[in-house]
């Protein structure tokens, strides 16, 4: 961390370093994952550092990450956040090759079947790519198949997806 000179710096990088230990987290440990106040502190070697309580509440507060089973957790938010301030990604196009394979099918795709699909995948990256999707209402599960909703085919057709069938 910076000493000193510009504050607004050190708060950035404090929320993304931040954001990037909790998606470390969520994508190695899966969707229950995360990383208390205390554990963020110490990796990032800032256990006396008089922002890191308000930085914590910022991200809180914002959305971008919330409170799990005794840790804290990033949200799809929080992931919207990190991918767009550290280069202007959308976050949309790291998860969006599953959606377009979603959207091809009107009767929806199970977990078996995208795995078939993404064989290159890791299951640990599927699985972020469906948790990512699914929070952010492009899919739902239902009878063990992930569908596409109304956003999730608008999204496809933002993309140049061509798809058959309806919602």
């Not at 994952?33 to 910022?58: H, V």
């Not at 956003?151 to 140049?160: A, H, I, M, N, V």
Request: aromatic share 10%; with cysteine.
């Amino acid at each position: 961390m910076h000493g000193g000179g510009n504050t607004q710096w050190m708060d950035d990088e404090l929320r993304l370093a931040t954001l990037q230990i909790l998606l470390d987290q969520r994508r190695m440990q899966g969707e229950e994952a995360g990383a208390s106040e205390k554990m963020i502190a110490y990796i990032l070697e800032i256990q006396r550092c008089p922002r890191f309580k308000l930085n914590m509440d910022f991200l809180m507060q914002n959305g971008f990450i919330e409170k799990g089973n005794r840790v804290l957790k990033i949200t799809p938010a929080g992931y919207d956040f990190l991918l767009e301030r550290l280069g202007g990604l959308k976050p949309e196009a790291s998860s969006f090759p599953v959606l377009a394979e979603i959207l091809k099918k009107v009767e929806g795709l199970t977990l078996e079947e995208l795995q078939a699909v993404f064989p290159d995948k890791t299951a640990t990256d599927l699985e972020f790519s469906l948790w990512y999707l699914t929070e952010k209402k492009y899919i739902e599960e239902r009878e063990q198949k992930f569908k596409a909703t109304m956003s999730g085919y608008t999204l496809g057709k933002r993309f140049g997806t061509t798809f058959d069938g309806a919602v």
